[in-house]
T-cell receptor, first 112, second 113 residues
Framework: KAGVTQTPRYLIKTRGQQVTLSCSPI?????VSWYQQTPGQGLQFLFE???????NKGNFPGRFSGRQFSNSRSEMNVSTLELGDSALYLC???????????FGPGTRLLVL | QKEVEQDPGPLSVPEGAIVSLNCTYS??????FMWYRQYSRKGPELLMY????GNKEDGRFTAQVDKSSKYISLFIRDSQPSDSATYLC?????????????FGTGTRLLVSP
């Protein structure tokens, strides 16, 4: 089976712009979660989607949003980018009933 | 203070050494404990998963949880250069969804041949 894929892998944006990141989960996985990883804060949970519904949300401002499509693919959007949004954004998928989640390689976002 | 503390390293050891990686935490409600390995330019992969206290062994890896001290460890026996990576601990209480894990910032391990 193909693993979790994320596009694009690298992105450079300027402050004030918005960005959309994409995640394709492993085939058959219905749960997709997003994380932000920075050297200072580590991995922080953004939100989780299951069958197109947001089930959990972390402590991030409303500028961070996401959605999931009927084929389980997910997108996350960050509006009005700030310098502090520079990070590695990781997507993880899992089957509906198992604890193990599988991470993608991430999208590295640099905000200038 | 962060809920989960982890020494960032780097931790440098020779091949064949026993490696000890550790995390401390402050939330006594944490019940599920995990260790992830993250290679450069890759996403984390789950290595070990334990519930509550005790030890769990899987090949060269042993995970240990001491809830009384709020301290978890990952031991790697006979370390190999291929073990060079960043190791992340993660944990959550029993009453939250799996995805709402709290991660440590990771310890970078370097195993030299």
């Amino acid at each position: 089976k193909a693993g979790v894929t994320q596009t694009p892998r690298y992105l450079i944006k300027t402050r004030g712009q918005q960005v959309t990141l994409s995640c394709s989960p492993i085939s058959g996985h219905r749960s997709v979660s997003w994380y932000q990883q920075t050297p200072g804060q580590g991995l922080q949970f953004l939100f989780e989607y299951f069958s197109e519904t947001q089930r959990n949300k972390g402590n991030f401002p409303g500028r961070f949003s996401g959605r999931q499509f009927s084929n389980s693919r997910s997108e996350m959007n960050v509006s009005t980018l700030e310098l502090g949004d520079s990070a590695l954004y990781l997507c993880a998928s899992r089957p509906g009933t198992q604890e193990t989640q599988y991470f993608g390689p991430g999208t590295r976002l640099l905000v200038l | 203070q962060k809920e989960v503390e982890q020494d960032p390293g780097p931790l440098s050891v020779p091949e064949g050494a026993i490696v000890s990686l550790n995390c401390t935490y402050s939330n006594s409600a944490f019940q599920y404990f995990m260790w992830y390995r993250q290679y450069s330019r890759k996403g984390p992969e789950l290595l070990m998963y334990t519930y509550s206290s005790g030890n769990k062994e899987d090949g060269r890896f042993t995970a240990q949880v001491d809830k009384s001290s709020k301290y978890i460890s990952l031991f790697i026996r006979d370390s190999q250069p291929s073990d060079s990576a960043t190791y992340l601990c993660a944990m959550r209480p029993v009453n939250t969804g799996f995805q709402k894990l709290v991660f440590g910032t990771g310890t970078r391990l370097l195993v030299s041949p």
